[in-house]
Every structure is written in structure tokens, then in C-alpha cells.
């Protein structure tokens, strides 16, 4: 691909779109500072950052979803603001989605069009027949005419569903007839096949003369080959912006990770040697994220699992706790297998584990600190999962676990939504330190939590571990997943890529384990 980083919009100089200090923060946190850049028509920029480096917060406000607390954004060269992805579309912004947006219990040709159906209102009367036939239309256009626009979305594989979520974002630009359309990509080659991939390559090449494409991905291969620009994110700002025949994928690393690690953050110091004594077992794990997993953790080890979207290292956190979420294999916890029993089971074996969104699956955010701090014990007490509650043990306990880590609240009776974000988190793992656990298995524990916090939470893992439990520590921060670690297994496509030695005398360089990652 060529030219496309001096074109320009078709008004003749003005950029297609425009982001100019555009900054947001969450709790405090910025999570995007300052960032400016345009995009030209026939123009593909290709976003590249770590996860966390600000990335989906981007697109999150180009496409409407979220509003930046600083800074504008142009059209053409025209201000505008975005109040929702249905008024970004309106102006001339699309986006596929990192996470598949389509409705799966509804036929395919309903997901194209959905919330522009009054396109197809003839005389009061919604044409059902007309949307079927351009969505036909449409998956021939795109060489996918095998796909059959009235079946159920959800009874196509993950992979064809990906391909639809990609046409549905062109197929507005056209049903909206938008001349020179701005296409947010946010991932979407992450669960693509090989052959799949190809189809995405040849559709970019094909539109790409009568849009502007922001281009997410972790492939830094894509990078360079699909895209005529590359901008860097990193921490939440901009670090580089350079045409991407300039760059190699060895460079591109080095801009991505360049940062130095503390070590007295990490409470290096603290990190014990294993024993050879394995607490936690994995046999040939898979599932239909991935595939043939195995490792062991050994009494007072922290193994750090790092991977990008798609790798499938969040499902197999998942799976390592939940029988249910497994196809094959095996977890033993001090021998003992776990084959059946699904979570509680795994939690009488002194199993726990934290979620990477504790608003979605960890936190109950309505009730009391005190109630969140001892569900983990209530919920195995006898073999009928019930138990009598006793209240001043409860608050005892509670009383006990907000002491020993610190958690700032008004009063164990407080609701956990009044609590700040590492707060909430440090309950989450005060339950499971009340439950007691030979293994803890922590999936990003602290994303979007304050430094402050983090190295609070820091020492809290490194408690566990003095005290000979197993730790497995799943994350999106490589300096952390190197600073806490003794080991760290790069994950890449559903498989182990590497096993990479972390001792406390010789950590390796971040740019060592994006290679087998990316």
C-alpha cells in the first residue's frame, strides 16, 4: 500500500477526522493524555500499544461511546460531539468492535441493519424481504456469499461471526451513503483463521480508496504490511507517530515497552524461592480457546501468564478454576484432582480466583464490605453448600481482613460501591484470604487501580506466597507480571510460546517477551 499517509480529505487539505488533546481519566487515573493526530482520506493508521496503553479508550471516544473529559474532535474539519455510537455513525464513523457486538438469537440480516431498519419502511411496512436481499448482496460483494443472511447469528462459529461483524460495519457506511466513510477497527483479526485473515486483508485493500481506517492489532506484522502509518500508544499517550515502511517489528517493540521497572515496587526483594513441592498441577488443558496447556506451580511460586487479546490466556484462567469451562484435560490441586463439582469444588480444594472485571463477576457491589469479605466461606461450608450464618463472626472477620490490608472504607457496613477502585479490589482478595487458599488464581488484579494501591496489593501477594500458597498471576502489565514473578509463560494463539525465567537476580527486559507474544 502505497501514498496514503500524504493524501488527503477530499475537501482538498482537511483531514477526514482530527483528535486534537484529547484526555480522559477514570477514578482519577488518566488513562488517555493529550493525544492528537489526523486521519486522510485513503489513509490507514495502525494503532499499536500494549493492552492498557489507552488504545479502546481511543476508539471508545471516536466512535461516540465515551465522552473525553479534555480536548475535540473534527469532521471534515467541523467540531463535533458524539453523544452515542448511533450519532457517530450518522456522521461517518463505524466501528468493529475488539468484543463481537451482534445479537446472536436473531437471523444474520438483522444484526447488518440493526437500529437502521427505518431504511427499509415501505408504506408504514417494514421490508423484510429487502433486507435479506442486500444483505445477500452484500456477502457476495465481499466474496462471503456462502453465508446465509436468515440464519441464527449465533448458529455460525466465532470465526464467521467475526467476518460479519467486519461487512456489517461497511454495510452501514453504504446503506447510510457516507462518501468517504471512517472505519474504527478495534482488533478484528484477533479470532480470525488464517484463510479468514486473508479475506480481512483483501477487504481493507478494497475500501480502503473511499475511507480512512484506524487499524487496531496486535499483529505487528499487519501493522506493516496493511497499514501506511503507525502511532504508538503508550501509558495512555502518544510516543510515536511514523510511517510504517520506516519501522520493523523490532521497533515497533522497543516503542511499545520502553519503560523501567522498579524493583522496590515490586517488592522484589520478597520474592521466595519455590520449593519443589508442586501446589497446582496442569495436564494437557484445552478448550476452544486454547489448546494443550501444562505447567506447575510449586508452594510459594508466583507463575505470570502474559498473552494479547485472543490468546486465550483469560479462558484459561477461567478454566483452571471452573471444571465446567474445560474440554480436556487436567488440575490437581496437592494431587488431587479436579474433574467434576465445577467452582465449588474447586474452592474446597482452597482454589480462588479474582476476575479481571470485578463489577461483572467478583464484586457485589450493593451489598456490605462485610458480606463481600465472607462469601467465598459461607458458600462451601458443608456438603449441601449452605451453612448457618453466624453475623459476629462475619464482622470479626471483616473487621479483621479491612486491618490487616488496609482497606479504606467507612465501616465494614458500608456497600462496596462506596469504596475506591483498589479498595474494592483488596476486598476481593480478603475473601479469599478468609476463605484460605493453597492457590490463588488473579486475572489482572490491578487493572484500574492507583500505584498507591498496586504496591499495596503488591505486598498482600507477597504475604500469600511467604506463607507457601501458589499464586497464578494472569495480567496485561508485563513490568508487573516480570517484577512479581519467577517465572512467565508467554502465551500466542491459544498455545505456550515460552516459558521465560524471571529470577530476582536477573529479570529479563520487557522487549525479551513481547517477541514471543505479538
Same mark, same amino acid.
Given at each position: 500500500?502505497?501514498?496514503?499517509?500524504?493524501?488527503?480529505?477530499?475537501?482538498?487539505?482537511?483531514?477526514?477526522?482530527?483528535?486534537?488533546?484529547?484526555?480522559?481519566?477514570?477514578?482519577?487515573?488518566?488513562?488517555? +493524555?493529550?493525544?492528537?493526530?489526523?486521519?486522510?482520506?485513503?489513509?490507514?493508521?495502525?494503532?499499536?500499544?500494549?493492552?492498557?496503553?489507552?488504545?479502546?479508550?481511543?476508539?471508545?471516544?471516536?466512535?461516540?461511546?465515551?465522552?473525553?473529559?479534555?480536548?475535540?474532535?473534527?469532521?471534515?474539519?467541523?467540531?463535533?460531539?458524539?453523544?452515542?455510537?448511533?450519532?457517530?455513525?450518522?456522521?461517518?464513523?463505524?466501528?468493529?468492535?475488539?468484543?463481537?457486538?451482534?445479537?446472536?438469537?436473531?437471523?444474520?440480516?438483522?444484526?447488518?441493519?440493526?437500529?437502521?431498519?427505518?431504511?427499509?419502511?415501505?408504506?408504514?411496512?417494514?421490508?423484510?424481504?429487502?433486507?435479506?436481499?442486500?444483505?445477500?448482496?452484500?456477502?457476495?460483494?465481499?466474496?462471503?456469499?456462502?453465508?446465509?443472511?436468515?440464519?441464527?447469528?449465533?448458529?455460525?462459529?466465532?470465526?464467521?461471526?467475526?467476518?460479519?461483524?467486519?461487512?456489517?460495519?461497511?454495510?452501514?457506511?453504504?446503506?447510510?451513503?457516507?462518501?468517504?466513510?471512517?472505519?474504527?477497527?478495534?482488533?478484528?483479526?484477533?479470532?480470525?483463521?488464517?484463510?479468514?485473515?486473508?479475506?480481512?486483508?483483501?477487504?481493507?485493500?478494497?475500501?480502503?480508496?473511499?475511507?480512512?481506517?484506524?487499524?487496531?492489532?496486535?499483529?505487528?506484522?499487519?501493522?506493516?504490511?496493511?497499514?501506511?502509518?503507525?502511532?504508538?500508544?503508550?501509558?495512555?499517550?502518544?510516543?510515536?507517530?511514523?510511517?510504517?515502511?520506516?519501522?520493523?517489528?523490532?521497533?515497533?517493540?522497543?516503542?511499545?515497552?520502553?519503560?523501567?521497572?522498579?524493583?522496590?515496587?515490586?517488592?522484589?526483594?520478597?520474592?521466595?524461592?519455590?520449593?519443589?513441592?508442586?501446589?497446582?498441577?496442569?495436564?494437557?488443558?484445552?478448550?476452544?480457546?486454547?489448546?494443550?496447556?501444562?505447567?506447575?506451580?510449586?508452594?510459594?511460586?508466583?507463575?505470570?501468564?502474559?498473552?494479547?487479546?485472543?490468546?486465550?490466556?483469560?479462558?484459561?484462567?477461567?478454566?483452571?478454576?471452573?471444571?465446567?469451562?474445560?474440554?480436556?484435560?487436567?488440575?490437581?490441586?496437592?494431587?488431587?484432582?479436579?474433574?467434576?463439582?465445577?467452582?465449588?469444588?474447586?474452592?474446597?480444594?482452597?482454589?480462588?480466583?479474582?476476575?479481571?472485571?470485578?463489577?461483572?463477576?467478583?464484586?457485589?457491589?450493593?451489598?456490605?464490605?462485610?458480606?463481600?469479605?465472607?462469601?467465598?466461606?459461607?458458600?462451601?461450608?458443608?456438603?449441601?453448600?449452605?451453612?448457618?450464618?453466624?453475623?459476629?463472626?462475619?464482622?470479626?472477620?471483616?473487621?479483621?481482613?479491612?486491618?490487616?490490608?488496609?482497606?479504606?472504607?467507612?465501616?465494614?457496613?458500608?456497600?462496596?460501591?462506596?469504596?475506591?477502585?483498589?479498595?474494592?479490589?483488596?476486598?476481593?482478595?480478603?475473601?479469599?484470604?478468609?476463605?484460605?487458599?493453597?492457590?490463588?488464581?488473579?486475572?489482572?488484579?490491578?487493572?484500574?487501580?492507583?500505584?498507591?494501591? +498496586?504496591?499495596?496489593?503488591?505486598?498482600?501477594?507477597?504475604?500469600?506466597?511467604?506463607?507457601?500458597?501458589?499464586?497464578?498471576?494472569?495480567?496485561?502489565?508485563?513490568?508487573?507480571?516480570?517484577?512479581?514473578?519467577?517465572?512467565?509463560?508467554?502465551?500466542?494463539?491459544?498455545?505456550?510460546?515460552?516459558?521465560?525465567?524471571?529470577?530476582?537476580?536477573?529479570?529479563?527486559?520487557?522487549?525479551?517477551?513481547?517477541?514471543?507474544?505479538?
Amino acid at each position: 500500500m502505497t501514498g496514503g499517509a500524504t493524501d488527503v480529505a477530499s475537501n482538498g487539505s482537511r483531514p477526514l477526522l482530527a483528535a486534537e488533546g484529547l484526555g480522559k481519566s477514570y477514578d482519577h487515573i488518566p488513562v488517555l +493524555k493529550d493525544v492528537s493526530f489526523g486521519l486522510n482520506h485513503r489513509e490507514v493508521i495502525g494503532l499499536a500499544g500494549e493492552n492498557g496503553a489507552g488504545k479502546s479508550t481511543l476508539l471508545n471516544i471516536l466512535s461516540g461511546v465515551t465522552r473525553p473529559d479534555t480536548g475535540r474532535m473534527l469532521l471534515g474539519g467541523e467540531e463535533v460531539r458524539l453523544n452515542g455510537y448511533r450519532a457517530a455513525n450518522q456522521a461517518g464513523v463505524f466501528r468493529v468492535y475488539q468484543e463481537l457486538s451482534l445479537v446472536p438469537n436473531v437471523p444474520v440480516f438483522e444484526n447488518l441493519f440493526l437500529s437502521h431498519e427505518h431504511r427499509f419502511v415501505r408504506f408504514g411496512m417494514l421490508q423484510r424481504s429487502a433486507m435479506i436481499k442486500r444483505a445477500s448482496e452484500l456477502f457476495e460483494q465481499f466474496g462471503h456469499g456462502w453465508i446465509d443472511p436468515k440464519r441464527q447469528t449465533g448458529a455460525y462459529e466465532f470465526t464467521v461471526r467475526q467476518v460479519i461483524e467486519i461487512i456489517k460495519a461497511f454495510a452501514l457506511a453504504e446503506l447510510l451513503e457516507t462518501q468517504a466513510p471512517i472505519l474504527l477497527l478495534d482488533e478484528p483479526t484477533a479470532g480470525l483463521l488464517h484463510d479468514e485473515t486473508e479475506f480481512f486483508s483483501e477487504m481493507l485493500l478494497r475500501v480502503r480508496d473511499r475511507s480512512g481506517i484506524i487499524f487496531v492489532t496486535h499483529r505487528l506484522s499487519e501493522l506493516l504490511d496493511l497499514c501506511d502509518k503507525v502511532m504508538v500508544l503508550k501509558d495512555g499517550a502518544v510516543v510515536a507517530s511514523e510511517s510504517a515502511a520506516d519501522l520493523t517489528e523490532d521497533s515497533v517493540h522497543h516503542l511499545m515497552v520502553g519503560r523501567t521497572r522498579r524493583a522496590d515496587f515490586y517488592k522484589e526483594d520478597r520474592q521466595v524461592a519455590p520449593s519443589a513441592n508442586p501446589m497446582l498441577r496442569v495436564r494437557g488443558l484445552s478448550s476452544s480457546k486454547f489448546a494443550d496447556v501444562s505447567f506447575d506451580v510449586c508452594e510459594g511460586e508466583i507463575l505470570g501468564i502474559a498473552g494479547v487479546l485472543g490468546s486465550g490466556k483469560s479462558e484459561l484462567a477461567r478454566a483452571l478454576f471452573d471444571p465446567d469451562e474445560r474440554e480436556r484435560g487436567s488440575v490437581s490441586v496437592r494431587e488431587r484432582e479436579l474433574s467434576s463439582g465445577g467452582v465449588v469444588a474447586s474452592m474446597r480444594a482452597r482454589m480462588g480466583y479474582v476476575p479481571p472485571e470485578r463489577h461483572d463477576d467478583g464484586a457485589l457491589l450493593s451489598l456490605p464490605v462485610s458480606w463481600n469479605i465472607s462469601l467465598a466461606r459461607i458458600s462451601t461450608a458443608n456438603g449441601r453448600g449452605a451453612t448457618k450464618l453466624d453475623l459476629a463472626q462475619e464482622k470479626r472477620e471483616a473487621s479483621q481482613y479491612v486491618d490487616l490490608l488496609g482497606i479504606r472504607t467507612p465501616g465494614i457496613g458500608a456497600p462496596l460501591r462506596n469504596l475506591s477502585g483498589g479498595n474494592q479490589q483488596k476486598v476481593i482478595l480478603a475473601r479469599w484470604l478468609a476463605r484460605g487458599v493453597d492457590v490463588l488464581v488473579l486475572d489482572n488484579p490491578t487493572r484500574g487501580v492507583d500505584a498507591g494501591a +498496586k504496591e499495596e496489593i503488591y505486598g498482600i501477594l507477597r504475604d500469600v506466597t511467604e506463607r507457601g500458597a501458589a499464586i497464578v498471576l494472569i495480567g496485561d502489565d508485563l513490568p508487573e507480571l516480570i517484577g512479581m514473578s519467577t517465572r512467565v509463560i508467554l502465551m500466542k494463539d491459544g498455545r505456550i510460546a515460552a516459558t521465560v525465567e524471571t529470577p530476582v537476580d536477573a529479570k529479563p527486559e520487557e522487549v525479551e517477551l513481547v517477541g514471543h507474544i505479538v
